[in-house]
């Protein structure tokens, strides 16, 4: 395996990056688009067999002299691109239907004789921005886990949030516009705060490198420490929709496309987990920095959950227990960073992997609830209550898995107990949504297997695979002991309890609108702005009032004298 890695392994990684781009370039040819669409989902495939080999053997490398970028990928972002690059394989094939049917195209008789109809299938997917769209943001969600230096970095990181933009405001109604507008004030706010913070990781490091892992080493003797490291938790934090940094999580996933919710729940967040893994100094011990995180882990995953449960639309309540589930992981890593863990990376990346999927998963959920009735859309829903119980830890399941992984981390003190308490409330908020998604009006049976069957073949990796990343970790027997699974059952009793309590009062929860501090902001601002005319009209009455100049000369001869005293 090393042996073979060695060999084609940075071929792999420079065609991880690339193809999606290589795609862009066929789909901007005249006449070409509608081949260019038959490839999209195929443009994840190299990153999928790059992070196999990166999770099975030695880490991966690849050098590109002649535009000085360096790639690399370790266990840890392996297990997250493998995850990243399966959900945009079959999102892909929910978002643009009839790429199957263009490729059969292309195997039947050959090109020449298929280009009339090849060019015919131009335009039939919807938007042209979409796809370009699409195919940015996907090329960014990848390259982000293989980045080995910091320009690298963060060309693709801005590739991860801009361009999805157009993924939010697909449908250009103002709903969906003012959801793309708040997102792209955050991720330009987020892009801003990461660029300070790496152009102080670069000054400190004393060689002048611009490898990550040379910048983040010197990090803790770096006379720029905390500011830096305060500027990467706030960036990456608005990324992972840390709260309060996360009203454009709730508004942009309400409003976009059920493909591209489910990518950027899925894989397009994780651009802020793998930041957080590659520039926190967790092989340094910083007590002070690592406890502030996790406290601002740990807020952030209850306040999702208290929030999440007042939400009518099931794509809003999938967007809070995201605001919760990136706050058990930015608590994860806080303690890593406490602690001098840096070995603990590889499990915060199995339990973020996890989420992946899991996340993915259900926002298609919802898509093929919508379209199903009868006995297919009960088992949907039973579908969709493992995949949420899940995210709790339900025994058997991947998310049992994943709090195996990261159990170590929280320990059995403080910590564990507001770890075991997020699964008890996550429990709760799961089963709600579930409830809530049973009240979904289906569109009676107008399913096809173009959005169902990519749902299936999701669901049932989110269930499955983890169990085979799990070797990389550990030994799935662990969560069948009976220590462990009681460990993992007390708190989903508490939180079914807790669900039944609050779906008893459903509808006398308060009715908290998607993006609360952004809308509470916007609520405050225009109040604000109503209040321009009466200081107008001050001004003018002032500036007219004899006694203004006086009162002016008055407070500057003040000042004076205050300053000529204090000398």
């Known amino acids: 395996m090393n042996a073979l890695a060695s060999q084609i392994g940075p071929g792999l990684l420079v065609a991880a990056l690339a193809a999606p781009l290589a795609v862009l370039v066929i789909f901007l040819a005249p006449g070409l688009r509608g081949f260019a669409r038959a490839l999209i989902p195929l443009a994840g495939a190299p990153a999928l067999v790059a992070a196999a080999l990166a999770i099975g053997g030695a880490p991966l490398g690849a050098g590109l002299a002649a535009l000085r970028m360096s790639l690399s990928l ?3 972002g392996g297990l997250l691109l493998l995850a990243a690059a399966l959900v945009w394989l079959i999102a892909s094939l929910i978002a643009f239907p009839r790429a199957p049917a263009a490729v059969a195209a292309i195997a039947d008789r050959g090109w020449r004789d298929q280009r009339s109809r090849l060019q015919a299938l131009d335009g039939v997917y919807g938007s042209d921005r979409f796809a370009v769209a699409w ?3 996907m090329a960014g969600s990848l390259g ?7 320009l690298t970095f963060y060309l693709v990181y801005a590739l991860v949030s801009i361009p999805a933009y157009y993924l939010v405001a697909r449908d250009e109604d103002s709903t969906s516009k003012r959801a793309g507008a708040v997102y792209l004030a955050f991720a330009l706010l987020g892009e801003a705060a990461l660029l300070i913070a790496l152009i ?3 000054a400190g490091e004393p060689n002048g490198s611009l490898q990550i892992r040379d910048a983040v080493a010197a990090l803790p003797a770096s006379p720029w420490r905390s500011a830096a490291l305060a500027l990467v938790i706030i960036g990456f934090g608005m990324k992972i929709a840390l709260a309060p940094l996360h009203g454009w999580m709730p508004l942009a996933y309400t409003a976009a496309p059920i493909p591209a919710a489910a990518v950027l729940s899925g894989a397009g967040v994780k651009a802020g987990v793998i930041g957080l893994i590659r ?3 967790l092989g340094a011990a910083l007590p ?5 995180l996790v406290w601002a882990g740990f807020v952030s995953a209850f306040y999702g959950v208290a929030i999440g449960v007042t939400q009518r639309n099931p794509k809003a309540v999938l967007a809070y227990s995201s605001v919760s589930q990136m706050g058990v992981i930015a608590a994860a890593l806080g303690m890593g960073l406490a602690s001098s863990q840096h070995g603990k990376a590889t499990e915060v990346a199995f339990y973020a992997a996890n989420h992946v999927l899991v996340k993915a998963a259900l926002f298609l959920t919802v898509g093929a609830v919508a379209a199903l009735d009868g006995r297919a859309r009960t088992l949907v829903l039973i579908a969709a209550a493992l995949l949420g119980l899940s995210l709790a830890g339900l025994p058997l399941t991947g998310g049992s898995l994943a709090k195996l992984a990261v159990k170590d981390l929280f320990g059995y003190g403080a910590a564990g107990l507001a770890s075991q308490l997020s699964a008890a409330a996550t429990t709760a908020l799961m089963l709600i949504f579930v409830m809530r998604l049973a009240r979904l009006r289906g569109e009676g049976g107008a399913a096809s297997p173009g959005r169902v069957g990519p749902w299936a073949a999701l669901t049932v990796a989110a269930l499955l695979l983890p169990w085979l990343q799990f070797a990389a970790i550990g030994d799935p027997a662990e969560t069948l002991e009976p220590a462990k699974l009681i460990d993992a059952i007390w708190p989903m009793l508490i939180g079914a309890a807790l669900a039944a309590g609050l779906w008893a ?11 609360d501090i952004v809308v509470a902001e916007e609520g405050a601002f225009r109040r604000l702005t109503a209040l321009g005319p009466a200081f107008d009209r001050a001004d003018l009455t002032l500036r007219r009032w004899p006694a203004a100049g006086v009162a002016l000369i008055a407070i500057v001869l003040a000042l004076a004298a205050a300053g000529w005293a204090s000398r």
């Open 74 to 76: 370790d266990r840890p």
């Open 135 to 137: 195919l940015l943001t």
């Open 144 to 150: 982000v886990f293989i980045a080995a230096d910091l």
């Open 200 to 202: 102080m990781l670069a």
């Open 279 to 281: 520039f926190l100094p």
């Open 288 to 292: 002070n920095w690592g406890e502030a």
């Open 505 to 515: 009062f459903r509808d006398r929860l308060p009715r908290i609108p998607p993006g």
